[in-house]
């Protein structure tokens, strides 16, 4: 009897131990399920945190591209907007001019036609073109070429070119007072009747040659070179990579015009009846009547005639003086009137006027 009931209270122990057990694994799970919802909630917090982070990076991302964005364009319109005012001043100077303006300005008179794309023609004549259409013989020496008699159709073009200057914004430069006899030579065979389309010969050189070299670098350094027609004599540097379009001249050009002239000027024409090329010549006498011809052909381009000014990167050195800061580096031109034949030079100092050619 005794036995069964000690059977019994053991098989109850048991179960109670068991129970114990069975709870205290239940416990187990239990914490384990309590621990594996509270880091799936940390990872879901985790997640959405960085999500919201995430998004909120990319929105002030966002925010700073589209104020970048937006400070650019405004520079951009700013910019342009400057440039379309400075080009509407440059197109009243235009408009507006009489005469030459001072020697300095005039040249940046003409750097910001080009900046601004207006098309202009400017050629420049000198001793040796006034020599060639008053018949005398000349030896260009320095330049590799020389004149005589027996080519009239070359005289008979430089004297009809002379008269460019009759034409809308096509201008011709002539020496400086200093010079003033060859002006007036050089008058007499043109038909100006106004300084407004009249320029000075030594525009590019002399006491502008500085401002003049240190524009024309970065000019061809720049995208606009992909606008310029190169038309050259003398050519040292063969690797002429920044003109769209290179035609070298042969040096003596002026004596043989007969023979080179006609497919010359035919190449030149096709490629000038297309609008916005800067036509930059170097072709000594020849420039003269290159430019003027290729205006009749297209007035919507640039033709400017600039000599040696250009040779330290055409022919890659120089032999001027000018250049070498020699006796003309400091020399500048007055500016001048033009009234019934007759230049009238203007003071800078005092600004009085007084004649100086008279017919």
């Known amino acids: 009897m005794e036995t069964d009931n000690f059977k019994s209270v053991k098989n109850q122990i048991v179960t109670i131990n068991e129970l114990k057990y069975n709870i205290s694994n239940f416990k187990k799970i239990f ?40 400070n650019i364009t405004s520079l951009i319109e700013n910019k342009i907007n400057a440039d379309n005012n400075a080009c509407i001043l440059v197109k009243n100077k235009l408009k507006n001019r009489i005469q030459p303006f001072d020697f300095e300005d005039e040249l940046m008179f003409f750097i910001d036609l080009i900046s601004c794309n207006i098309p202009f023609s400017l050629i420049r004549f000198a001793d040796g073109e006034n020599s060639i259409m008053k018949g005398i013989k000349i030896n260009a020496k320095l330049d590799k070429w020389y004149w005589d008699h027996k080519n009239k159709k070359f005289q008979e073009s430089l004297i009809e070119s002379a008269s460019i200057c009759t034409n809308q914004n096509s201008f011709i430069g002539i020496p400086c007072k200093n010079w003033f006899k060859i002006s007036e030579s050089i008058l007499s065979f043109s038909k100006c009747s106004t300084a407004k389309f009249m320029s000075y010969s030594s525009l590019f050189v002399n006491k502008n040659y500085p401002v003049f070299k240190d524009w024309i670098i970065k000019f061809i350094n720049s995208s606009n070179r992909s606008k310029i027609i190169l038309v050259a004599n003398s050519i040292i540097n063969k690797n002429i990579t920044w003109a769209y379009k290179f035609f070298p001249v042969p040096d003596h050009l002026v004596e043989n015009w007969d023979n080179h002239s006609i497919s010359l000027l035919s190449e030149l024409s096709h490629l000038a009846k297309q609008n916005n090329f800067i036509f930059f010549i170097s072709a000594g006498a020849a420039s003269k009547i290159i430019i003027s011809y290729l205006t009749k052909i297209n007035s919507n381009n640039t033709y400017i005639d600039f000599g040696s000014s250009i040779e330290f990167i055409t022919k890659g050195y120089t032999t001027r003086t000018y250049a070498k800061n020699g006796d003309t580096s400091h020399l500048s031109c007055e500016p001048f009137l033009l009234q019934n034949k007759s230049l009238i030079y203007i003071n800078q100092k005092n600004n009085e006027k007084f004649s100086k050619i008279k017919n």
């Open 31 to 70: 914490y384990i399920f309590i621990i594996l919802i509270l880091l799936l909630n940390t990872l879901i917090f985790s997640f959405l945190f960085i999500r919201n982070s995430i998004f909120t990076n990319n929105l002030q991302n966002n925010i700073n591209i589209t104020y970048l964005i937006e």
